[in-house]
């Protein structure tokens, strides 16, 4: 049968921005191995696949696959079909305030704003709070992994360090926005201190004034060289944060940008609760506009 799709960029408010990203609207009858077919078809960072919610509160059920496997959760995909509901819901005069996809992870809550015809913004509430996970890799690997010098990774306070939201990552930090642009995977390197695992490399420096750090995202293994940007990655950086630039008390709003030598700039707005000196919630937000649409015959 046929199924319609859509294309969204995501967390930018332009087209030919952000991260691009698929949504296949009418999955059901598909299974794993055609869902995975098909988001190797796309070859995009992430696809999604709507299908009806178990929760019939819920607006819907998603499926999120890389090239090269199906992730539990995801930043910008979670993101980008709020949106594109939102512009459904809206144009058939029945838009939310607030809508929840359920994914592996669970219920993700999102409150969703149509901007126009094509275009929107969602804030997701984190589903999970990020976890600290085991041992990075000693500095020496990463630097080789990622064909960077020792004395590139680490500033302040701030040291290799796995965290989890969902989905794990290692969040590589280093001392300069050159640093960071120079950097380049290294095969064989990787593979043995990273394995199949994606890497966060962020700076303080940024590109942007305003913004509080500047990101590349490599993940391999997954059949993304590079991430435009990375959502779930971003909910994981909220441990992060907290674990080395300790904010107070309060809520606190951070931008990271991605994706610039992609030349796919991208603006990630993570939110953090601290309450009695922990996180106490954290949420994603990011606009997303609308691109293409199409049918898979």
């Known amino acids: ?36 077919t098909i ?34 959760f995801a930043g910008h995909p979670t993101v980008g ?9 809206d144009a058939a005069g029945s838009l939310p305030e607030m809508l929840v996809l359920e994914e592996k992870v669970g219920p993700v809550s999102c409150a969703v704003e149509v901007k126009g015809s094509h275009a929107g913004h969602a804030v997701f509430t984190l589903p999970r709070l990020p976890e600290r996970l085991g041992e990075a890799p000693a500095i020496a690997a990463l630097a080789a992994a990622t ?16 965290y989890s939201a969902g989905v794990p990552f290692l969040f590589v930090p280093v001392a300069t926005r050159e640093a960071v642009a120079r950097a380049k995977p290294q095969a064989a390197e990787w593979q043995a201190a990273i394995g199949q695992g ?33 959502g779930g990655a971003s909910a994981a950086f909220a441990g992060v944060v907290m674990a080395y630039d ?5 809520d606190h709003r951070f931008v990271i940008e991605q994706g610039y030598e992609m030349g796919r700039p991208s603006q990630i707005t993570l939110e953090m609760s601290v309450r009695g000196g922990v996180l ?6 990011g606009s997303a506009v609308l691109v293409s649409e199409g049918v898979l015959l």
């Open 81 to 89: 079909t709020a949106v594109w509901l939102a512009l459904h819901d």
């Open 246 to 250: 300790r904010p107070g008390d309060g």
């Open 147 to 162: 064909g960077l010098a020792e004395s590139d990774i680490g500033f302040d306070h701030h040291v290799p360090a796995l």
């Open 39 to 72: 988001a190797r078809e796309f070859n995009l960072s992430e696809t999604v696949f709507i299908l009806p919610p178990e929760n019939p509160a819920h607006r819907a059920s998603l499926r999120i696959f890389t090239p090269g496997g199906e992730l539990p």
């Open 198 to 230: 994606g890497a966060f490399l962020y700076t303080r420096e940024t590109a942007e004034p305003g913004h509080a750090y500047h990101a590349r995202m490599f993940w391999p293994g997954t059949g993304i060289g590079e991430d435009p940007a990375t």
């Open 280 to 285: 106490a919630s954290a949420r994603i937000g």
């Open 1 to 36: 049968m046929k199924r319609r799709f859509v294309t969204l960029d995501v967390f930018t408010t332009r087209r030919h921005a952000g991260n691009p990203l698929a949504v296949v609207l009418e999955a059901g009858g598909l299974d794993t191995e055609a869902m995975q």
